[in-house]
């Protein structure tokens, strides 16, 4: 007996919006090459239709508008580096917002510095980007507006890329779009071992999984008159890193004597890829590269007995004191 399966193709891309039109959507679109689902949202919610008049006793109320907060989260996405890195640098820039660029000057690629913002910008002065999710029925994607990235996770596993799974907030959003193309891929490779390596203290760690969890904190700006959000508005940034580490004599002397002493250590990824690997080019034939500096604090974690393999997660809170960096070194001259 045959059968016969149907189903469509769905996709997501992304992409900066134009410096003087935040809400406006762009033109630079960059494929979100993933497996997995979005829970992207309009946060649409139906009007309180309590009564306008109060009775006996009580206060006039107001009818209140109903909600309308877009937003929600992309699935993970590999890390990947081409001759430019676009996709990355621009998503790296909707999280932090605050970027230097050191110019190559053509012999050897532009250096890339993120770092977080730490003060609130004027409301057109954020770097906002859409996203566009095909549902694959025509005429009826939808569209998000305005937005900046709210949370941003970076996860590595044994055998697996390192990923970015980011969480946005949006000030608009339409559905019922009509869009045309899906946007520019990524043509290079992914980071993970041996290209992928990490270090705590300057000497390299082996784990067997980790994960970074950066929270801009942003706040819902809302009024009476607007039904969603009027602007962003920064909250306070926080970070989180949690390493499964196997048992070994130095986990003792690199984290637990570092808890006791109430010293902050230094965490650094670092990512390489030739150009041959990546499928790019890059200036001057330079290695491309990506490096994540953290200055963490050891989290009280407990040793306990168990049977298996001796895996152990080591909680390590970020300190903004001194400010975290993204690092990357491309041949992209502009992030417009």
Known sequence: MSSTHAGFETWIRFGPEPAAGIGTAGTLWH?????????????E???DRASVYGGR???????RRGGF?????LPAAPFCMDGSSLAMLRLLRMFFQRVTQVSGGGSIPDLWTFNPLGTNPDAGSWFTGCVQVM?????????????VVDTLNFHWETGQPLTLTPTWKFLSGATNVTVTGNGTPCTGGFLQPPNL????????????SLDIDLANGLYDVQSSSVRGRRTHVLGNFT???NLNLWRDDSQGSYFENLFAAETVGTLIMTGTASAQANGGTVTGGTVQSMVTTMYCRVMPYDWNSKDGELVDTVPLQVMTDTDMSVLVRSSATSLA
Do not use: F
């Open 57 to 63: 006793g009580k206060r006039t109320g107001n009818l």
């Open 197 to 208: 390596s990490l270090s705590w203290q300057g000497q390299a760690i082996y784990p067997v």
């Open 45 to 47: 919610a139906p009007i």
């Open 69 to 73: 907060l877009p937003g929600g989260g």
């Open 239 to 241: 970070g989180g890193v």
């Open 135 to 147: 549902p694959g029925v025509a005429a009826s994607a939808r569209s998000y507006l305005g937005g």
């Open 31 to 43: 494929t979100w090459d993933s497996e997995g689902g979005d829970s992207l949202s309009m946060g």
